[in-house]
Structure formats: structure tokens, C-alpha cells
């Protein structure tokens, strides 16, 4: 996890946030979503102990493996829906506000885009 | 996670184990490697209730996306390390055997790469 | 190739394309791009005929399978490369013109995203 | 294509072959649905021709990408089928012949596997 320079990035890629933070921050794309996503991920969390558990009693190869797919297709999914969500609210409120802040957005989109489809 | 089923998998997609069950399950294809993949999927386990926490302080979804890919990178790793120590084993095990057990083997894993590969 | 419904999905995908069709299609995401785009397909074929010729030669497996990956991942590129010029560009004036129009380009975009990254 | 040291891999990669290569080339994993690889190859080169047209004619970015998708996708089943014919065919041959030329041949496909599931 990287998470040492986050915050850092967080300014640097939401240049619209000011010192009204928090008001802002309660506005992420996926804010209508938080649950539903927290619900995904503890149960992703579920898979990855699980995964451990068969290790630890010696599972057939095959069946861990594809338990290990089926875990990695939710991440995915977890990835998608928050990068839609993020189209959907904050690169479409920047666009609306200036084409400049707009490409930024954009710019930080097609990097996000490319770490998913690992390119 | 599906569990149920595993145990009568397990005999099914091995056919070679027998009574002698715990025996042979020493001899999986990551048994040497046992505590790495447990050390692995440990911080991946970590890395998933970072993505939690994350979600709950309403971060930047592009950072939150990126930790995401960073999760499925590293559980696709074991996979594919499962895989080959699989190959490794298990299949040289099956070639020195019956060819019957080898193909059964073999079609075990076709279907286990596409699973990896998400066709 | 699905081609059949391609003209009428363009033109239901595309609700401001009017009679004026012409005009609008000059200013596709990808226009500025054009020659590169073609360029790098060309590039693409001759790899796809190349794996053809390798097959005809009764090459080494692993060698093809190498080179398949290699154009697997150009295709990639390009997927992602058209993804991301549509954004920059249709995304951008959606977000301009009025809030059915932009959510109905996002909701096609997500779709898009989904099935490059094959979920 | 990285053609110009095919040769020299492939002495390298499968040295049970000797001055009788053209006997031994006849037994490539997938020489039995060669007819079926090279069909199946001839169509996405006519797909990959297919989406040149769709640039050149300004058609829809969406349709194009999910056209990409689909030749993406049709050359990563060519690459898992190679795959698991190798597996089959000459992977077992080597492993059933000597522990080394198996293991020799296993760290091959570890690799291989690698460059389709993008690693």
C-alpha cells in the first residue's frame, strides 16, 4: 500500500478542494455507494482469509487457484465501479466547471484506466 | 468461496489419493513454499482493509482504484506461482503414472489457466 | 465483427449526430489520431500473419504463444488508447451539453471499460 | 515479431531435437488442429482489417473498442489453447523422457504464463 504520498496526491489531484475538505470529501463519486462497496471488500477480505485456510490444509492446487480467481474478478469489479463512479460525478463536475481542470481529471483517468488493464 | 464441494473435488481431481490422505498431501506442489504463499496472502488480506479504510475516509477514488490494482496484481501472482508449482509437481508426478491420470491432470489445468486468464 | 446493427447503434449511441453526419464524425476522440491509429493496426495484422506463417513452420509453442501475447497486448494499447481519446473529447462536450445526454455517453463507457478489462 | 533469434531459442528450448528436426517438428503439440490455429488466426487478421475500416470511416469509438475487444479476446484463446497443447504434448513427452528435460521445459511454460496473464 502506498500510502505516504496519498494525501500529498489528494491535493495535487483534486485541485478544487480547498480548506473545506470535509464538505468536499463527502461528495466522492461513490459516496452514494460507500456500504455497498464496504460490504464487497470485507467479503473480498473473507476470500483472502479463506485462501490462507486452504493453503494451511494442504488444498488441492486447482481449486486454491481458482478460488484466487474468483477473488481477483471482485477486486476488479471493486475497481470498475469506482472508476465509473468517478466519471460519473467528479470528472463530469470538473468538466462542467472548466476544460482545464476537466483534462486533468481526464489525464489521471486514462493513468487509473491503464493500472486496471495493467498496460 | 465454495467450500462445499471441495472435499469430494478434491478426490475426484486426485485420483490417486488415497486412504493414505495426509501423506500425500505433504507432497502438494507448494508445500515448500507454504509459509511464503501464507505471507503473501496476509498482506494482501491487509491490503484489502486498507482499501476499506480508504472507502471510509472517503479518499480519492483514482488512489483508491490504484491500491485496488495493486491488490489484484499481487493475489494474480499467487495464482500463477500456484500454478507452476502445480506443473511442477503434480504433472511430472502424472507423466511418470498413468497416461489416463496425466490427461486427467492436464484437462484440470486447461481449465484452471483459463480460469487465471479470464476466458 | 459485429456489424450488422454498427449503424444503428451509432446513431442511438450518439444522440447529437443529426443529418449533418459528416460534420460530426471529423470530430470523433480519435480524429487527431487517425494515421497513428491506422498505422499501429497495420503493425497488428502483419503480427497476426506472422503468427500464421509460425504455425505453417511448426515453430516452437512457447515462442508463438510469446508473440500472441505480444499482439494481444498492442490491441490492448490501442483499446485503451480510443477509450481514452473518447473520453478527453466526446465525455467533455457531454459534460457541456445537458445531463441526459452526458449520463447516457458514461453509461456507454462504463460498458466499454467492462469489457476491456473482460468482466 | 522478434523473429531473428526464433532459431536459436528453439535448439535451445527443446534440445531433444537434433539433425532430424523435420520429424521432430511434425510432433509440435499443436500440429493435430494446426489447420483450426490457422483458421482461427486468418479471422482476426480479418478483424484486425476490419477495424482499420472502422477508423478510416469515423465510426463510433465505443463500437470500435468493443470490436478490439473481441479480436483481444479471440487471440488470448489461441494463446491458452497453444498453451495447453504444449502442455499436453510436449511437456509430457519431456517429463515421461527425464526429470531434467521436464523441469527445462516447466520453467518455460512458468514464463510463458506469465507473458499471457501479464505479469
Same mark, same amino acid.
Given at each position: 500500500m502506498i500510502t505516504r504520498t496519498d494525501e500529498h496526491l489528494d491535493t495535487e489531484a483534486s485541485p478544487t478542494e480547498s480548506a473545506n475538505g470535509a464538505?468536499?470529501?463527502?461528495?466522492?463519486?461513490?459516496?452514494?455507494?460507500k456500504d455497498d462497496y464496504l460490504a464487497r471488500l470485507r467479503k473480498?477480505?473473507? *476470500? #483472502?482469509?479463506?485462501?490462507?485456510?486452504?493453503i494451511?490444509?494442504?488444498?488441492w492446487c486447482p481449486h486454491i487457484v481458482t478460488q484466487v480467481a474468483s477473488a481477483t474478478r471482485?477486486? *476488479?469489479? #471493486?475497481? #470498475?465501479?469506482?472508476?465509473?463512479?468517478?466519471?460519473?460525478h467528479c470528472?463530469?463536475?470538473a468538466a462542467k466547471g472548466s476544460n482545464v481542470d476537466g483534462q486533468a481529471q481526464l489525464?489521471?483517468?486514462?493513468?487509473?484506466?491503464?493500472? #486496471?488493464?495493467?498496460?
Amino acid at each position: 500500500m502506498i500510502t505516504r504520498t496519498d494525501e500529498h496526491l489528494d491535493t495535487e489531484a483534486s485541485p478544487t478542494e480547498s480548506a473545506n475538505g470535509a464538505a468536499e470529501r463527502s461528495k466522492r463519486g461513490y459516496a452514494s455507494g460507500k456500504d455497498d462497496y464496504l460490504a464487497r471488500l470485507r467479503k473480498i477480505e473473507g *476470500q #483472502v482469509r479463506g485462501l490462507q485456510k486452504m493453503i494451511e490444509d494442504d488444498r488441492w492446487c486447482p481449486h486454491i487457484v481458482t478460488q484466487v480467481a474468483s477473488a481477483t474478478r471482485a477486486l *476488479q469489479e #471493486v475497481a #470498475v465501479g469506482l472508476l465509473n463512479d468517478h466519471l460519473r460525478h467528479c470528472v463530469m463536475a470538473a468538466a462542467k466547471g472548466s476544460n482545464v481542470d476537466g483534462q486533468a481529471q481526464l489525464d489521471e483517468v486514462a493513468t487509473t484506466i491503464r493500472q #486496471v488493464v495493467r498496460l
